[in-house]
T-cell receptor
Framework: NAGVTQTPKFRVLKTGQSMTLLCAQDMNHEYMYWYRQDPGMGLRLIHYSVGEGTTAKGEVPDGYNVSRLKKQNFLLGLESAAPSQTSVYFC?????????????FGPGTRLTVT | DAKTTQPNSMESNEEEPVHLPCNHSTISGTDYIHWYRQLPSQGPEYVIHGLTSNVNNRMASLAIAEDRKSSTLILHRATLRDAAVYYCILRDVLAAGNKLTFGGGTRVLVKP
């Protein structure tokens, strides 16, 4: 199993450009999450999804949109990038149910907006 | 959401135990206590979690106070690979989305 993968690993955008970050998991997990992490800070939840076709807002959703058209993929979109969105973005997933609860994280995407 | 308080940083010597404290005085009965760690330039990884009883796994032990207002993560023999930021997180099982709310964490430095 590849676990949770993220594409791309690095990206530089100019202010106003758009892009989509892709998260893919091969563990058949129901829940998926997008976080951002600014330097020296903990992770903050942007959006999450509890299943295919459903999404919900997290702590810092402004400026981002998401889609979960397939169970294994969770897309994060920036329609008009701003320097304040310079951050490292992490995706995570969990399996629904059972006594275990472990969020599996991807390796991150480092985004710089100039 | 219930909040946690952790020291900003701690130092340890290699092969010695590390005790990482976490205060969560406003914990509710439906909050689980989770610990994750983040190695440099990596995503967080699960360490351990518990509700009321102490828990052990291959990575660490979790000691939970009887009133549940504090907990301690114990790394039994620190290695250089254990140098990371450790996050103590409360998860409310009744909240939508099974979400984790990360705080600032404790940065652990392991000296050889």
């Amino acid at each position: 199993n590849a676990g949770v993968t993220q594409t791309p690993k690095f990206r530089v955008l100019k202010t106003g450009q758009s892009m989509t970050l892709l998260c893919a998991q091969d563990m058949n997990h129901e829940y998926m999450y997008w976080y951002r992490q600014d330097p020296g800070m903990g992770l903050r939840l942007i959006h999450y999804s509890v299943g295919e076709g459903t999404t919900a807002k997290g702590e810092v959703p402004d400026g981002y949109n998401v889609s979960r058209l397939k169970k294994q993929n969770f897309l994060l979109g920036l329609e008009s990038a701003a320097p304040s969105q310079t951050s490292v973005y992490f995706c995570a997933s969990i399996r629904l149910g059972g006594r275990d609860y472990e969020q599996y994280f991807g390796p991150g995407t480092r985004l710089t907006v100039t | 959401d219930a909040k946690t308080t952790q020291p900003n940083s701690m130092e340890s010597n290699e092969e010695e135990p590390v005790h990482l404290p976490c205060n969560h005085s406003t914990i509710s009965g439906t909050d689980y206590i989770h610990w994750y760690r983040q190695l440099p330039s990596q995503g967080p990884e699960y360490v351990i979690h518990g509700l009321t009883s102490n828990v052990n796994n291959r990575m660490a032990s979790l000691a939970i106070a009887e009133d549940r207002k504090s907990s301690t993560l114990i790394l039994h023999r620190a290695t250089l690979r254990d140098a990371a930021v450790y996050y103590c997180i409360l998860r409310d099982v009744l909240a939508a989305g099974n979400k984790l709310t990360f705080g600032g964490g404790t940065r652990v430095l392991v000296k050889p």
